[in-house]
């Protein structure tokens, strides 16, 4: 059974930064194009960011230059590092894994002063 667990959510300020995880489990992460989505509240779920499996990248307008995403295929975990977060930030942070539209569970970031 493949799964995508995401931790490293939280609260912080703005203009601070925070590293999340997503640990997959039971399929060869390394073969697939996987990435991070978001959802604030109201509002459509969009793509942060995608990592191909030959390591290139994706980013929407809004996170380019602030948000990186990388894969590290022998720990089979996708990361998003975020710095210089801001209140529109706020939001439940998916982790997608191109094989039969799996998704995890999310993980809460909220920016506020």
């Known amino acids: 059974q493949v799964q995508l667990v995401e931790s490293g959510g939280g609260s912080v300020q703005p203009g601070g930064s925070l590293r999340l995880s997503c640990e997959v489990s039971?399929?060869?992460?390394?073969?697939?194009?996987a990435g991070w989505h978001r959802q604030s509240p109201g509002q459509q779920r969009e793509m942060v960011a995608d990592?191909?499996?030959?390591?290139?990248?994706i980013y929407s307008d809004s996170v380019k230059g602030r948000f990186t995403i990388a894969r590290d295929n022998a720990r089979n975990t996708l990361l998003l590092q975020m710095n210089d977060l801001q209140p529109d930030a706020t939001a439940v942070y998916y982790c997608?894994?191109?094989?039969?539209?799996?998704w995890g569970q999310g993980t809460q970031v909220t920016v506020s002063a």
């Open positions: 990592i191909l499996a030959n390591g290139g990248t």
């Open positions: 997608r894994l191109d094989w039969g539209g799996t």
């Open positions: 039971g399929i060869e992460f390394g073969r697939y194009r």
